[in-house]
């Protein structure tokens, strides 16, 4: 089955910088990564996707990058706010209904 | 637009107590329904995946159950809840297209004492 892994476990930056956090899959059928933002309390929010037909997608201060070959893709968020400081997670597709593989997370903490 | 509502949104419950969570979807028809469960520590473990009233799919052996009475409404269940059912239950939906996002409710924080 699917297996992803996401790195590093913890992130600090100050305001104003760039973060990003990297995820690998394992398998090579997987076209749909999306990406979670969590904030204590809550359920994971949705704020950024790739499908494996493109290798890139910005949307605002997030961008998404996808390496198919070597079955890889990031996360970077610029000019990092204090409101970004949360828990995120990347996950993989693992097959047609749905299901997705997620990484163990990313805490972020922005420091201004 | 869409909705997903879960309640309660916390719960303590004793050891060996019945447990029932609720979860429905609102402006979609059809949808996939998912149950997670996301212990201290942050990993999201996926425990049921329903695709329509009455089919459910269990991912991982445990001590609870999930049903779909209709078809925006998901339930997860347990006769007898065990310490290590603690946790913060979360279910989301996603649409009939293979390319649709999956989204979350808001969650239920579960203490089993």
């Known amino acids: 089955g699917e297996n992803v892994e996401q790195h590093p476990s913890t992130l600090s930056v100050q305001e104003g910088d760039s973060a990003v956090i990297k995820c690998t899959y394992s398998?090579?059928?997987?076209?749909?990564f999306p990406w979670y933002k969590q904030e204590l309390g809550k359920g994971p929010q949705l704020i950024i996707d790739?499908?494996?037909?493109?290798g890139e997608k910005k949307d605002q201060r997030i961008a998404v990058t996808l390496n198919k070959t070597a079955k890889h893709f990031s996360l970077h968020i610029t000019e990092t706010q204090p409101e970004d400081s949360a828990v995120y997670f990347c996950?993989?597709?693992?097959?047609?209904?749905?299901?997705?593989?997620f990484g163990a997370g990313t805490q972020v903490v922005v420091t201004p | 637009s869409q909705t997903i509502h879960q309640w309660p949104a916390t719960l303590v419950q004793p050891v060996g107590s019945p447990l029932s969570l609720e979860c429905t979807v609102e402006?979609?028809?059809?949808?996939?329904l998912y149950w997670y469960r996301q212990a201290a520590g942050r990993g999201l473990q996926l425990l049921f995946y329903?695709?329509?009233?009455?089919?459910i799919s269990s991912e991982v052996p445990q001590n609870l159950s999930a049903s779909r009475p209709q078809d925006r409404q998901f339930i997860l269940s347990s006769k007898k809840l065990l310490l290590s059912d603690s946790g913060f239950y979360l279910c989301?939906?996603?649409?009939?297209?293979?390319?649709?996002?999956?989204?979350f409710g808001p969650g239920t924080r579960l203490t089993v004492l």
């Open positions: 329903s695709v329509g009233i009455g089919q």
């Open positions: 996950a993989a597709n693992t097959d047609s209904w749905g299901k997705l593989q």
């Open positions: 398998d090579s059928a997987s076209n749909y």
């Open positions: 989301a939906w996603r649409g009939l297209r293979e390319d649709n996002e999956q989204f």
């Open positions: 790739i499908r494996s037909n493109v």
């Open positions: 402006g979609t028809s059809n949808p996939n």
